[in-house]
Protein backbone atom coordinates (compact mmCIF):
# COMPACT_ATOMS: atom_id res chain seq x y z
CA UNK A 1 0.00 0.00 0.00
CA UNK A 2 2.83 2.36 0.67
CA UNK A 3 3.78 1.56 -2.74
CA UNK A 4 1.28 2.19 -4.58
CA UNK A 5 0.08 5.17 -2.77
CA UNK A 6 3.62 6.70 -3.44
CA UNK A 7 3.21 5.93 -6.92
CA UNK A 8 -0.03 7.23 -7.39
CA UNK A 9 0.98 10.90 -5.75
CA UNK A 10 4.20 11.08 -7.87
CA UNK A 11 1.65 10.45 -10.85
CA UNK A 12 -0.66 12.69 -9.87
CA UNK A 13 1.30 15.18 -8.97
CA UNK A 14 3.69 15.36 -11.98
CA UNK A 15 0.23 15.03 -14.32
CA UNK A 16 -1.91 17.68 -12.77
CA UNK A 17 0.21 21.10 -12.99
CA UNK A 18 -2.98 22.75 -10.44
CA UNK A 19 -0.88 21.19 -7.87
CA UNK A 20 2.59 22.27 -8.75
CA UNK A 21 3.15 25.44 -6.63
CA UNK A 22 0.77 24.23 -3.30
CA UNK A 23 0.84 20.43 -3.94
CA UNK A 24 -1.37 19.90 -0.36
CA UNK A 25 -3.77 22.78 -0.34
CA UNK A 26 -4.62 22.69 -3.98
CA UNK A 27 -5.35 18.76 -3.83
CA UNK A 28 -7.12 19.44 -0.83
CA UNK A 29 -9.35 22.45 -2.85
CA UNK A 30 -9.94 20.08 -5.33
CA UNK A 31 -11.21 17.13 -3.39
CA UNK A 32 -13.89 19.70 -1.60
CA UNK A 33 -15.17 21.19 -4.75
CA UNK A 34 -15.15 17.66 -6.37
CA UNK A 35 -17.23 15.97 -3.44
CA UNK A 36 -19.70 19.15 -4.39
CA UNK A 37 -19.07 19.48 -7.63
CA UNK A 38 -21.33 22.62 -9.30
CA UNK A 39 -23.37 20.74 -11.83
CA UNK A 40 -26.86 22.86 -12.58
CA UNK A 41 -28.64 20.23 -14.29
CA UNK A 42 -30.44 17.51 -13.53
CA UNK A 43 -29.95 13.58 -14.56
CA UNK A 44 -32.05 11.35 -16.14
CA UNK A 45 -32.55 8.04 -14.11
CA UNK A 46 -35.08 5.34 -14.38
CA UNK A 47 -37.42 7.85 -16.47
CA UNK A 48 -37.62 9.99 -13.60
CA UNK A 49 -35.17 13.65 -13.23
CA UNK A 50 -33.04 14.29 -9.57
CA UNK A 51 -30.53 16.86 -8.47
CA UNK A 52 -27.22 15.35 -8.62
CA UNK A 53 -26.92 15.39 -5.13
CA UNK A 54 -30.09 13.61 -4.47
CA UNK A 55 -30.10 10.26 -6.67
CA UNK A 56 -30.68 7.03 -4.90
CA UNK A 57 -27.87 5.12 -3.64
CA UNK A 58 -29.30 2.31 -6.66
CA UNK A 59 -27.73 4.77 -8.92
CA UNK A 60 -24.51 3.64 -9.61
CA UNK A 61 -25.15 -0.03 -9.25
CA UNK A 62 -28.13 0.28 -11.43
CA UNK A 63 -25.99 1.93 -13.90
CA UNK A 64 -22.86 -0.51 -13.59
CA UNK A 65 -25.42 -3.72 -14.63
CA UNK A 66 -27.18 -2.37 -17.56
CA UNK A 67 -23.96 -0.48 -19.08
CA UNK A 68 -21.21 -3.10 -18.99
CA UNK A 69 -21.92 -6.14 -21.19
CA UNK A 70 -23.52 -9.29 -20.30
CA UNK A 71 -20.66 -11.34 -19.45
CA UNK A 72 -19.01 -8.93 -16.97
CA UNK A 73 -21.95 -9.15 -15.00
CA UNK A 74 -22.72 -12.86 -14.92
CA UNK A 75 -18.89 -13.47 -14.04
CA UNK A 76 -18.76 -10.18 -11.39
CA UNK A 77 -21.56 -11.82 -9.38
CA UNK A 78 -19.86 -15.07 -8.17
CA UNK A 79 -16.44 -13.63 -8.19
CA UNK A 80 -17.45 -11.26 -5.66
CA UNK A 81 -19.90 -13.61 -3.60
CA UNK A 82 -16.86 -16.33 -3.56
CA UNK A 83 -14.14 -13.67 -2.45
CA UNK A 84 -17.00 -12.15 0.26
CA UNK A 85 -17.05 -16.11 1.58
CA UNK A 86 -13.09 -16.20 1.47
CA UNK A 87 -12.50 -13.17 3.25
CA UNK A 88 -15.34 -14.67 6.06
CA UNK A 89 -13.35 -17.81 5.97
CA UNK A 90 -9.78 -16.86 5.84
CA UNK A 91 -9.43 -13.32 6.39
CA UNK A 92 -5.85 -12.85 7.61
CA UNK A 93 -4.71 -14.85 4.78
CA UNK A 94 -6.32 -12.24 2.08
CA UNK A 95 -4.63 -9.02 2.26
CA UNK A 96 -4.50 -8.65 -1.41
CA UNK A 97 -7.99 -9.40 -1.64
CA UNK A 98 -9.04 -6.84 1.27
CA UNK A 99 -7.45 -4.22 -0.47
CA UNK A 100 -9.03 -5.28 -3.73
CA UNK A 101 -12.74 -5.25 -2.58
CA UNK A 102 -12.06 -2.12 -0.60
CA UNK A 103 -11.05 -0.57 -3.75
CA UNK A 104 -14.51 -1.17 -5.02
CA UNK A 105 -16.37 -0.82 -2.26
CA UNK A 106 -14.90 2.67 -0.25
CA UNK A 107 -15.66 5.09 -3.29
CA UNK A 108 -18.95 3.62 -3.22
CA UNK A 109 -19.41 4.18 0.42
CA UNK A 110 -18.15 7.64 0.36
CA UNK A 111 -20.80 8.29 -2.55
CA UNK A 112 -23.48 7.38 -0.21
CA UNK A 113 -22.65 9.17 2.95
CA UNK A 114 -21.40 12.53 1.45
CA UNK A 115 -23.94 12.52 -1.19
CA UNK A 116 -21.46 13.50 -3.52
CA UNK A 117 -23.06 14.95 -6.77
CA UNK A 118 -22.73 12.60 -9.26
CA UNK A 119 -23.96 13.08 -13.38
CA UNK A 120 -23.58 11.88 -16.44
CA UNK A 121 -24.07 8.24 -15.74
CA UNK A 122 -21.48 6.24 -13.87
CA UNK A 123 -18.47 8.13 -15.61
CA UNK A 124 -17.30 9.77 -12.22
CA UNK A 125 -16.47 6.24 -11.03
CA UNK A 126 -14.50 4.84 -13.65
CA UNK A 127 -11.32 3.84 -11.08
CA UNK A 128 -13.18 1.52 -9.69
CA UNK A 129 -13.46 -0.96 -12.55
CA UNK A 130 -9.94 -2.61 -12.19
CA UNK A 131 -11.53 -4.50 -9.17
CA UNK A 132 -14.65 -5.63 -10.65
CA UNK A 133 -13.32 -7.03 -13.84
CA UNK A 134 -10.57 -8.62 -11.59
CA UNK A 135 -13.44 -9.68 -9.07
CA UNK A 136 -14.90 -11.27 -12.52
CA UNK A 137 -11.62 -13.27 -13.51
CA UNK A 138 -11.62 -14.97 -10.71
CA UNK A 139 -14.76 -16.59 -11.83
CA UNK A 140 -13.09 -16.91 -15.42
CA UNK A 141 -10.30 -18.57 -14.15
CA UNK A 142 -12.10 -21.05 -11.42
CA UNK A 143 -14.21 -21.93 -15.12
CA UNK A 144 -10.50 -22.88 -16.63
CA UNK A 145 -9.39 -24.68 -14.36
CA UNK A 146 -12.32 -26.95 -14.26
CA UNK A 147 -12.72 -27.77 -17.67
CA UNK A 148 -9.28 -28.19 -18.39
CA UNK A 149 -9.40 -27.99 -22.40
CA UNK A 150 -7.73 -25.20 -24.36
CA UNK A 151 -10.02 -25.57 -27.31
CA UNK A 152 -13.23 -24.97 -24.88
CA UNK A 153 -11.58 -22.54 -22.96
CA UNK A 154 -10.79 -20.24 -26.15
CA UNK A 155 -14.75 -20.88 -27.69
CA UNK A 156 -15.61 -19.54 -24.19
CA UNK A 157 -13.17 -16.52 -24.40
CA UNK A 158 -14.43 -15.60 -27.92
CA UNK A 159 -18.17 -15.98 -26.47
CA UNK A 160 -17.36 -13.30 -23.87
CA UNK A 161 -15.79 -11.07 -26.21
CA UNK A 162 -18.93 -10.94 -28.48
CA UNK A 163 -21.25 -8.68 -26.98
CA UNK A 164 -18.65 -6.08 -26.55
CA UNK A 165 -17.34 -6.67 -30.10
CA UNK A 166 -21.18 -6.03 -31.30
CA UNK A 167 -21.85 -3.14 -29.01
CA UNK A 168 -18.82 -1.24 -30.70
CA UNK A 169 -19.48 -1.92 -33.89
CA UNK A 170 -22.57 -1.00 -34.16
CA UNK A 171 -22.54 1.89 -32.00
CA UNK A 172 -19.23 3.29 -33.00
CA UNK A 173 -18.93 6.26 -33.11
CA UNK A 174 -20.98 6.44 -30.23
CA UNK A 175 -19.57 3.32 -28.35
CA UNK A 176 -20.25 5.08 -24.42
CA UNK A 177 -23.95 5.07 -25.09
CA UNK A 178 -24.11 0.95 -24.36
CA UNK A 179 -26.91 -0.44 -22.96
CA UNK A 180 -26.99 -3.84 -22.26
CA UNK A 181 -29.41 -6.24 -22.91
CA UNK A 182 -30.99 -6.58 -19.80
CA UNK A 183 -32.61 -3.08 -20.19
CA UNK A 184 -33.36 -3.91 -23.99
CA UNK A 185 -29.92 -2.24 -25.19
CA UNK A 186 -29.71 1.43 -26.76
CA UNK A 187 -33.49 1.88 -27.78
CA UNK A 188 -34.58 0.30 -24.01
CA UNK A 189 -32.59 2.90 -22.41
CA UNK A 190 -33.40 5.98 -24.36
CA UNK A 191 -36.19 7.55 -22.74
CA UNK A 192 -35.14 6.48 -19.03
CA UNK A 193 -31.52 6.58 -19.04
CA UNK A 194 -28.99 8.82 -20.43
CA UNK A 195 -27.57 8.91 -23.84
CA UNK A 196 -25.22 11.43 -25.56
CA UNK A 197 -24.72 13.70 -22.89
CA UNK A 198 -21.23 14.78 -23.92
CA UNK A 199 -22.78 15.97 -27.51
CA UNK A 200 -20.90 13.46 -29.95
CA UNK A 201 -23.24 13.78 -32.38
CA UNK A 202 -23.26 17.50 -33.14
CA UNK A 203 -20.25 16.50 -35.54
CA UNK A 204 -22.06 14.22 -37.62
CA UNK A 205 -24.54 17.44 -37.61
CA UNK A 206 -22.52 20.15 -38.08
CA UNK A 207 -21.56 17.66 -41.37
CA UNK A 208 -24.96 17.97 -42.65
CA UNK A 209 -24.86 21.75 -41.82
CA UNK A 210 -21.57 22.47 -44.26
CA UNK A 211 -22.75 20.56 -47.09
CA UNK A 212 -26.68 21.66 -46.90
CA UNK A 213 -26.74 25.13 -45.29
CA UNK A 214 -25.57 28.53 -47.18
CA UNK A 215 -22.73 31.04 -46.65
CA UNK A 216 -22.83 32.67 -43.37
CA UNK A 217 -25.65 31.23 -41.95
CA UNK A 218 -26.28 31.86 -38.06
CA UNK A 219 -26.67 28.50 -36.05
CA UNK A 220 -28.05 28.54 -32.77
CA UNK A 221 -26.56 25.76 -30.32
CA UNK A 222 -28.09 24.11 -27.09
CA UNK A 223 -25.51 23.16 -24.76
CA UNK A 224 -21.47 22.98 -25.30
CA UNK A 225 -20.85 24.47 -28.88
CA UNK A 226 -17.24 22.83 -29.17
CA UNK A 227 -17.93 19.98 -31.20
CA UNK A 228 -19.49 22.18 -33.64
CA UNK A 229 -17.15 25.23 -33.63
CA UNK A 230 -14.43 22.56 -34.51
CA UNK A 231 -16.44 21.24 -36.91
CA UNK A 232 -17.91 23.78 -38.72
CA UNK A 233 -17.28 25.59 -42.08
CA UNK A 234 -14.99 28.82 -41.84
CA UNK A 235 -18.12 31.01 -42.17
CA UNK A 236 -20.84 29.45 -40.55
CA UNK A 237 -21.34 31.24 -36.80
CA UNK A 238 -22.00 29.85 -34.09
CA UNK A 239 -23.77 30.89 -31.22
CA UNK A 240 -23.92 29.30 -27.50
CA UNK A 241 -27.69 28.74 -26.18
CA UNK A 242 -27.42 31.03 -22.95
CA UNK A 243 -31.25 31.88 -22.37
CA UNK A 244 -34.98 31.75 -23.39
CA UNK A 245 -33.69 35.14 -24.85
CA UNK A 246 -31.31 34.04 -27.08
CA UNK A 247 -34.41 32.11 -29.35
CA UNK A 248 -35.44 35.97 -29.85
CA UNK A 249 -32.03 36.53 -32.01
CA UNK A 250 -31.88 36.48 -35.55
CA UNK A 251 -30.80 33.01 -36.59
CA UNK A 252 -31.13 30.61 -39.37
CA UNK A 253 -30.48 27.11 -37.73
CA UNK A 254 -30.84 25.93 -33.96
CA UNK A 255 -29.07 22.65 -33.36
CA UNK A 256 -30.52 20.97 -30.21
CA UNK A 257 -29.97 17.76 -28.34
CA UNK A 258 -32.54 15.17 -26.76
CA UNK A 259 -30.90 15.84 -23.26
CA UNK A 260 -33.62 16.76 -20.71
CA UNK A 261 -36.08 16.85 -23.92
CA UNK A 262 -34.35 20.04 -25.02
CA UNK A 263 -35.50 18.98 -28.39
CA UNK A 264 -39.27 19.19 -27.94
CA UNK A 265 -39.51 21.64 -25.75
CA UNK A 266 -37.25 24.66 -27.79
CA UNK A 267 -38.98 26.06 -31.04
CA UNK A 268 -41.53 23.09 -30.92
CA UNK A 269 -43.29 24.24 -34.07
CA UNK A 270 -39.88 24.61 -35.88
CA UNK A 271 -39.56 22.96 -38.94
CA UNK A 272 -36.69 19.44 -38.41
CA UNK A 273 -34.81 19.69 -41.32
CA UNK A 274 -32.35 16.27 -40.16
CA UNK A 275 -32.26 14.26 -37.63
CA UNK A 276 -28.94 12.46 -35.60
CA UNK A 277 -29.64 8.43 -34.90
CA UNK A 278 -28.27 5.15 -34.05
CA UNK A 279 -30.01 2.00 -33.54
CA UNK A 280 -32.98 4.22 -34.04
CA UNK A 281 -32.62 6.47 -31.11
CA UNK A 282 -32.73 10.08 -31.67
CA UNK A 283 -29.73 11.78 -30.63
CA UNK A 284 -30.10 15.82 -31.65
CA UNK A 285 -32.26 17.58 -34.45
CA UNK A 286 -31.87 20.67 -36.49
CA UNK A 287 -34.44 22.77 -36.95
CA UNK A 288 -34.73 25.84 -39.55
CA UNK A 289 -35.80 28.83 -38.05
CA UNK A 290 -38.71 30.99 -40.27
CA UNK A 291 -37.56 34.33 -41.30
Known amino acids: MIAYFSIASLTTFLAWPFLWDSPTYHFLEAFQVMTVFPFEGVVRFMG ?5 AALPWTFIPVLMLIQFTEPVILLFL ?5 SIWSLVRHFSDNKK ?3 LIAWFAV ?3 VFLLLHSNVYDNFRQFFFILPPIFVLAGVTLDQ ?5 RRRDVNLAITIALLIPGILGIVSLHPYEYIY ?3 FVGGIRGAAANFETDYWLTSYREATVYLNANIPANAKILVFGNTFNVDHNARKDLRIFGFDSENAIQGDYDYVLISTRYNA ?7 AEVIYEVRKNGVLLCVIKKLAK
Open 179 to 181: YNS
Open 107 to 109: PFG
Open 97 to 99: LII
Open 263 to 269: HLTILPD
Open 48 to 52: GYYSP
Open 143 to 147: IYRRI
Open 78 to 82: PGFVS
